[in-house]
């Protein structure tokens, strides 16, 4: 039992006064003498112990009048909160897209919007937090507009950020006094309840439909014809299917469809051919009805007449030619002799290649080069000058070239986690034939990342991040008769990707919400903006402008699949495809009831936000007991009445 007003309590201390008027009350006896006393004495005796009994019941209903009274005042009352503290709820609800199915009730997002607005206490306020925005010390009048303009959304929100909100809102909002977390709990793990400890009621929203039909990835292979492969992998969750329509269109006109059948839990792939186009804005389109409709499109944006700018300089070498081809690469070979210095601005990678002695000239070149954007990868020849090197090493303020070594040194070690090596490992290597160098050289780089190791540790090949630019340096000749580097299966890749570092040509499909680099490969002034926009939304994204390109990079936004353009005022400078995360289409749940039996702290697992809500509200409610006070002292009261009355001793 608490009390709205403890303080009244110390009335009680009132209750001597009427114990002391009972214990002080003294009567005086006249004795008269009888000749024969016997019978007297008995009725005397039988008198005095009738009115004391009289006496301590007239005590005790005026102790319990006053005792009542004075309870009453102090408004006792049974909940699981102090009645002067205002109730404080904090409310996750998880509008991710994988809350846009069906439950047995309808969407599962809208009903748990529903249930939410009819079941908040106008006496309490609320925090609401989701996936893309926080709400904090609403109204419930205040949380229900909200509420009416959620809508599910591709930001995401994990279960250890909820919890850190969690503990945060205990900290700032100490009258807080139910966490409530709404979600279907898809791709969490077990391992973030293990830190949280918090009394947390866990509603989970069930989709009904326990199969799903996704397109996984797209990718395009080039058979040197008039048309182009578009290889489509379709992920099947759930039994087999047979006869599921699939269709291909460039922007909205239809191009082509079929039909295929696919195995249970199992990936498809499925091709259609297309004619070779400057430019085709994808969009393929699967008509079945599954568990969630977001991931039955896919687009892509696929440019054929995008390249890479590569220029050598110095010896010509076989193993380039091989790497960047024509079909993605405008490669270039020039001697030393013969440099076109024109062209240098133009390049988005140059490769100085076996160069002996780096002239003032070309040094010069390179650092304005450099400076504006462009990357470099140098190659040493057997005999260098190392004294021309570190000229040009000294002006980049990137270190020095120490000596030259004659031991021969076996290349042994890869950096798996470099981004040059980024998707080309299914797993780490440890085995390959390892190639090796007959003279080498050592160096003194700073701020570099080691890409590939000698087997005494040291770095074969280097790079350096200048501010608007990548140095990628080799320590050896790459020629057969210093090397067989050449003939290792690392030579694609490393070069390959230094290419394709260089600019970041437009990917078939970027993901919504996550951090994509797009270069723009024209040159355009400084003061040019940029933006990003579409039928319904326009946004400015971050840009960077160098010599030869100018540099995007998207993070929130945009929240939408579908095509994007980049524009410079009323031009389009590119058609770009967005998609959403794979994750979300998985139907991985998370199973509450194990956990929260460890938990073992009033934790409570339900399916209904309703039930949850009302179940909360019913063990706060206030049951009031002072009308109960009242009564018991008017009968009380009622009582000593009766006695005074009827009770005769």
């Not at 309870?71 to 009352?77: D, H, V």
């Not at 509008?95 to 249930?115: F, H, M, P, W, Y």
């Not at 926080?134 to 959620?150: G, M, P, R, V, Y």
């Not at 002072?626 to 001793?649: A, G, M, N, Q, R």
Request: aromatic share 10%; with cysteine.
């Amino acid at each position: 039992m608490q009390f709205k007003h403890p303080e009244i309590l110390y009335f009680l201390a009132l209750l001597i006064i009427p114990i002391l008027v009972h214990l002080f009350q003294l009567q005086k006896f006249v004795k008269v003498p009888f000749t024969n006393v016997a019978f007297l004495q008995k009725l005397v005796l039988q008198t005095r112990k009738s009115s004391r009994i009289k006496k301590w019941l007239i005590l005790a209903t005026r102790l319990l009048l006053l005792c009542c009274i004075i309870l009453a005042f102090s408004q006792p009352y049974f909940s699981n909160k102090k009645a002067d503290k205002q109730e404080h709820f904090f409310l996750y609800l998880d509008n991710s897209l994988s809350t846009n199915t069906e439950g047995n009730k309808g969407d599962l997002l809208k009903v748990a919007i529903q249930e939410l607005i009819e079941n908040l206490s106008e006496k309490a306020t609320y925090s609401l937090q989701t996936n893309n925005n926080f709400h904090q010390n609403k109204t419930a009048s205040e949380l229900k507009d909200i509420l009416l303009k959620i809508e599910n959304t591709s930001e995401e929100k994990t279960l250890k950020d909820v919890f850190l909100k969690i503990s945060t809102e205990k900290i700032t909002h100490n009258s807080i006094n139910k966490s409530i977390i709404i979600s279907d709990f898809q791709n969490s793990s077990e391992d973030v309840f293990k830190n949280f400890n918090e009394s947390t009621s866990y509603v989970q929203l069930t989709p009904q439909l326990k199969e799903n039909l996704s397109i996984d990835s797209i990718s395009v292979n080039d058979t040197n014809s008039s048309n182009f492969e578009i290889n489509i992998l379709i992920r099947n969750q759930g039994i087999a299917k047979n006869n599921i329509p699939i269709a291909i269109y460039n922007n909205k006109k239809l191009i082509n469809k079929q039909t295929f059948n696919i195995k249970e839990d199992s990936i498809q792939k499925v091709v259609f051919s297309i004619q070779k186009t400057p430019e085709f804005l994808g969009k393929v389109l699967l008509n079945f009805k599954d568990a969630f409709s977001f991931d039955n499109s896919y687009y892509f944006s696929l440019v054929t007449n995008e390249k890479i700018n590569v220029l050598s300089i110095g010896e010509q070498t076989s193993f380039l030619n091989k790497i960047y081809t024509k079909d993605e690469f405008n490669f270039l070979q020039s001697s030393i002799k013969n440099i076109n210095y024109n062209a240098i601005p133009k390049q988005q990678l140059i490769i100085l290649n076996e160069i002996e002695n780096l002239p003032e000239t070309l040094i010069t070149s390179l650092l304005d080069y450099l400076n504006k954007g462009g990357d470099l990868t140098i190659i040493p020849s057997k005999n260098i000058s190392i004294t021309s090197y570190n000229k040009l090493f000294k002006k980049l303020g990137i270190g020095r070239i120490l000596k030259k070594n004659t031991d021969s040194l076996k290349i042994t070690s890869v950096n798996f986690k470099h981004p040059i090596f980024k998707n080309v490992f299914e797993k780490k290597v440890s085995n390959f034939q390892y190639p090796n160098t007959v003279s080498s050289y050592s160096s003194l780089l700073k701020n570099s990342s080691n890409i590939l190791f000698f087997e005494n540790n040291t770095p074969f090949v280097s790079q350096v991040n200048l501010p608007k630019a990548s140095v990628f340096w080799v320590a050896a000749s790459l020629l057969r008769s210093n090397s067989n580097f050449t003939n290792s299966p690392l030579i694609v890749p490393l070069f390959y990707n230094m290419g394709k570092q260089s600019l970041q040509l437009s990917k078939l499909y970027y993901i919504v919400n996550t951090k994509n680099n797009i270069d723009i490969n024209k040159q355009l002034g400084k003061e040019v903006v940029l933006a990003i926009n579409n039928e319904n939304n326009s946004f400015i994204p971050l840009q960077q402008v160098y010599q030869n390109k100018i540099r995007i990079t998207t993070n929130n936004q945009p929240l939408k699949a579908g095509f994007n353009y980049i524009s410079q005022q009323k031009d389009t400078l590119k058609s770009i495809a967005f998609n959403y995360n794979k994750k979300e289409s998985l139907l991985n749940y998370l199973t509450l009831k194990s956990i929260v039996d460890l938990q073992n702290n009033n934790s409570s697992i339900s399916t209904s936000v309703k039930d949850t809500l009302r179940s909360i509200h019913k063990k706060n409610e206030v049951q009031w007991l002072w009308k109960w006070f009242l009564i018991l002292s008017i009968v009380s009261l009622l009582l000593e009445i009766l006695i005074l009355k009827f009770f005769k001793p």
